[in-house]
């Protein structure tokens, strides 16, 4: 049995990245320089960019965020809310203009334990596989799952429909991220979990709990996996289709 793979074609986005989050360097002959101030500043992360800015008290946001990150909570109708609010479900990212779900812990379609296998039928952008539909069949992994109806089944395909039938945010056209835009948001200053929980609650804080699909497929040779992040180290992972692996949707601001 073989498959040719397709040409890849993947979800359009802003372009627009992030900055690190990290506002400190690292101080001559040791050390760190926790005010990004000093020898051998000035070639370093923390000198440039908009968390620089930020630490400058130059940069104007629209929101509010840790360094130079720019968020603004929305309500259940996506609705702006002010950086105090205690109870929202999705967030703005007001640099990339995109808006993120945001994970709960109520037992509901987005809480935060749920994982799904990585399954997406469109032969445009899933690399030549289709992936994995039922995470092995046993349902145990996702809220709401039900054997008699595949629209339930815990995989990456059914949980967009899901919410997008639910219209989220007041909002019908949720997707996967692509690779680049799971990894805007990472926030390098934090230890341990590398996203900002004053935007991102729930995230889970475990390895192996913090992983995230992306929609990119790992390489066009092989057909069996897909990329991830790891919001625990920050770091990219490939991911066999049928891993029980964690989803945050997003879609574009209008």
């Known amino acids: 049995m073989s498959a040719t793979p397709k040409a890849l074609v993947l979800a359009a986005w802003t372009g627009i990245l992030n900055d690190t989050g990290i506002t400190w360097g690292g101080d001559f002959p040791s050390g760190n320089n926790a005010n990004c101030i000093g020898d051998n500043i000035a070639g370093q992360d923390c000198a440039h960019g908009w968390d620089a800015k930020a630490l400058a008290g130059t940069l104007s946001k629209v929101g509010a965020g840790s360094a ?11 609705k702006p809310l002010p950086a105090s609010a205690q109870s929202w479900s999705c967030v703005q990212d007001n640099h990339t203009r995109l808006i993120w779900e945001v994970k709960t812990t109520a037992l509901d ?35 709401g799952y039900n054997a008699l109806d595949s629209s339930t089944y815990c995989n990456t395909e059914a949980f967009v429909n899901r919410v997008n039938n639910k219209t989220l945010c007041g909002a019908s056209d949720w997707r996967m991220p692509n690779l680049s835009e799971l990894r805007s948001i990472l926030d390098y200053s934090h230890k341990g979990l590398s996203i900002d929980s004053a935007y991102f609650p729930n995230t889970p804080i475990l390895f192996w709990s913090s992983l995230f699909w992306s929609s ?8 069996n996996s897909a ?3 790891n919001f625990y180290s920050g770091v ?7 891993s029980r692996v964690g989803v945050r949707l997003v879609r574009n601001a209008q």
């Open 68 to 78: 130079g990150f720019d968020f603004t909570k929305l309500d259940v109708d996506g």
């Open 109 to 143: 379609l987005h809480h935060k334990n749920d994982q799904y296998s990585w399954y997406n039928t469109d032969a445009n952008t899933n690399g030549g596989s289709s992936g994995d539909a039922n995470d092995g069949g046993d349902g145990s992994i996702c809220y």
């Open 216 to 223: 990119v497929p790992y390489y066009l040779s092989d057909l």
């Open 227 to 229: 990329w991830g992040v």
């Open 236 to 242: 990219n992972y490939d991911y066999n289709h049928y």
